[in-house]
């Protein structure tokens, strides 16, 4: 008995110092500065003109009596029913949560309050370390201290994401363009659904799921006594309208570019992670509305298979300012952002880094090959049978400026053998690719997996006469006030030779050029009526993407098409490509004064026959200007490094 009231002392002595040192984190809490929560979460987008973007991004607060009841109920009904009576945690919510959990084996039940969760939205990420958790526990005891259950409420519903729209007045535009307070109680059990796995209950990327939830929470506030079994019933069978949109652009991608911003802002040391160290971020970035519209536009018209995507981005290669940007078709549908998360092979869009390498390895733009259809043998007779496009061969002696205009597979082959495998892989890194291209004989053909920014820095490396910089999406950040938290410094690092680049530059021009109109057309000739000015352009193709990537010595454009299944792409989808392609740049440069890059002192222009790379005669059928290091413009005899190529054989 005495051991038992020994226990139960002990017991009663635990839980009184626990209940004290609880109750003095409350009190400490509130004797605390009292944090200044009101506008907090806000960011604030600038475009290069420092005009601030009109788009639904920009956090609008609104009061909790301005936002519908309904959408109060369905939110409290939902997301934490007990919040008006816990202090922050609720506690026996989380030993169910723990119990579920343990009993079906994953982390599948949550726990969070309300206001846990605006505490969460307070940081500028949601890191999962143990300090984050202690800082978000501390912050949630703050507010509960020293604001009212309405104030963190309204807090709550002005920083939740619902869908990439953040703050329940945007959400309400976006969705239904109504303001919050005049939301139907079907629309406000259809929004309070969206926070719990915004990319999944948003009802214009999945309907059904979205449906099915609304559907529980109307169950869920007849349960906890906000409605009616009848105003359920009528609720649930409103038929709804979506806007999907608050801009006055009405862009569906431009919150693609600001995801993009908001990825760059994460990385950024400088930053504060909490937004109460800052009261809102004003964020100036290389954003041109003019860009990203012309960009839009052009998918718009040419893209018309609903089920095709689309990767694109358009810079500055002279700054690594990107101006526009595009993740995806429509971001109501998809917030997946393909152009900054997602890697697919590169086909021939490639092989201008192996042949600036060819060329600082001796080639010329007359150096030839034979182009025919070709197995090559490597060790432990290990067979490789690259093909053309189309299995078309000219079964002759190419150029390289011909293999380059063609995107011939099997000139590309024999030189990346001839240079050494490993030679494509260290140009790669050296023009800013950072995933890592295989010392394999088919990484000519584009087979490695690559991000499209981490293409679009290699293009502007080459777009601005050999200058690696890195692609940056913000020029400045600032806190609320006007203080500069970070500003982008710009480093150009000189890695490729000027005279080489121009040289290859001008070679990337011919895959539009009519002279070499032979047994093949050049790949880009059928969009070359379209050409108002002179563009560098590569292609490429596999069997599930198409890319285009070309510049001007402003401007560079690199564009993927594709299925997010990774399903074959059809031929039909490399016309629709080059064909946004061309309507982009010639959409945002119309007016503006074209030119080209001067000619180094050291490179000389030659009259040559374009396929073989002889030079032109009286006799010549076709001619065209190419460009040469001075002293290795071609004489009448033609070089060829064919009897340099390892093992091969010819297939009949």
Known sequence: MKKTLKIFGFSMLFLVILLLGYGSLYLYAYFTPKLPINGANGYYFYDREDNLYETNSSNEWVRLEDISEDLIHATVAIEDKHFFSHIGFDYLRIVKALLTNFKNGKNSQGASTITQQYAKNLFLDFDKTWKRKIDEAWLTI????????????EGYLNTINYGGIFGIENASHYYFGKNAKDLTLAEAAMLAGIPKSPSYYSPLVNEEAAVSRQ?????????????????????????????GSTNKTNSS??????????????????????????????????????????LEESMNTNITNENLQIAASMMDPNTGEVLALIGGRDYSKSQFNRAISSKRQVGSTIKPLLYYAAL????????????????????????????????????????????????????????????GEE??????????????VQSVPSSALGTTDLNLMEMMTAYGTLASGGYKTDTHFIRRVEDINGNVLYEYKPVQEMVLNKSLVYILNELLTNTSASEFVDYAYPTLYGVSYKMSRKYAIKSGTTKTDHLVFGYTPDLVLGIWTGYDDNSPSESENSATIKNIWIDAMEGYLKDTEEHWYDMPNNVVGSLVEPVSGQLATSSSKKKKILYYIKGTEPTSNKLTLDDAIPTMKVEE
Do not use: W
């Not at 559907?215 to 906000?226: A, E, F, P, R």
């Not at 990385?267 to 003019?290: A, C, H």
């Not at 080639?363 to 490597?378: C, G, I, L, V």
């Open 142 to 153: 703050q507010l509960e201290t020293q604001y009212s259950k309405e104030e963190i409420l």
């Open 215 to 243: 559907q529980l929470i109307l169950s869920s506030m007849v349960k906890n006594g906000y409605i009616s079994e009848e105003q359920k019933k009528e609720a649930e069978a409103e038929i709804l309208t979506y806007v």
């Open 253 to 294: 991608t431009i919150m693609y570019y600001q995801d993009a911003v908001l990825k760059e802002l994460k990385s950024l040391s400088s930053i504060p992670t909490s937004f109460l160290q800052t009261g809102g971020l004003k964020i100036y970035t290389n954003f041109d509305r003019d860009a990203q519209m012309a």
């Open 360 to 419: 600082e390895n001796g080639f010329t733009a007359s150096t030839t090959f034979r182009s025919e259809k070709t197995t090559f043998t490597f060790a432990q007779d290990e067979p490789y049978s690259p093909t053309n496009y189309g299995d078309k061969y000219p079964n002759k002696e190419i150029s390289l400026a011909s293999a380059i205009a063609y995107s011939d597979n099997i000139y590309a082959v024999k030189t990346h053998i001839f240079l």
């Open 423 to 436: 030679t494509l892989s260290e140009m790669a890194k050296r023009v800013g690719i950072e995933t890592e």
